[in-house]
């Protein structure tokens, strides 16, 4: 079946940097375009960052632009988000997800992964 598996997450200082892994298996990974959302306690889930099934287009929500780089291996059926320069408003359940076409659309995607907590501290 199809799963989404994100790791990488964790406690950081303001100002530090993690990098999110998501691998991907049960579906033609290259063919999708993948994304990152997040969701905090009491909030909606929101988009962070996707890029194209080829690699060749991103887009980023604007509190991240300039500090997150989204990132994919289709050879690993992998996706990647660099996350620099650390807020305390970052903290929240990050996920992985798959749709036809990038969107900043939750309900767009067709695959979710279980998500990874990023916890920053100030």
């Known amino acids: 079946q199809v799963q989404l598996v994100e790791s990488g997450g964790g406690l950081v200082q303001a100002g530090g940097s993690l990098r999110l892994s998501c691998a991907a298996s049960?579906?033609?990974?290259?063919?999708?375009?993948m994304g990152w959302f997040r969701q905090a306690p009491g909030k909606e889930r929101e988009f962070v960052a996707g890029?194209?099934?080829?690699?060749?287009?991103?887009a980023y929500a604007d509190s991240v632009r300039g500090r997150f780089t989204i990132s994919r291996d289709n050879a690993k059926n992998t996706v990647f988000l660099e996350m620099n320069s650390l807020k305390s408003e970052d903290t929240a359940v990050y996920y992985c997800?798959?749709?036809?076409?990038?969107?900043?659309?939750?309900?767009?995607?067709?695959?979710w992964g279980q998500g990874t907590q990023v916890t920053v501290s100030s």
């Open positions: 049960g579906f033609t990974f290259s063919t999708y375009a």
């Open positions: 997800a798959a749709g036809r076409v990038v969107t900043r659309l939750p309900r767009r995607n067709d695959y």
């Open positions: 890029i194209t099934w080829s690699g060749g287009g991103t």
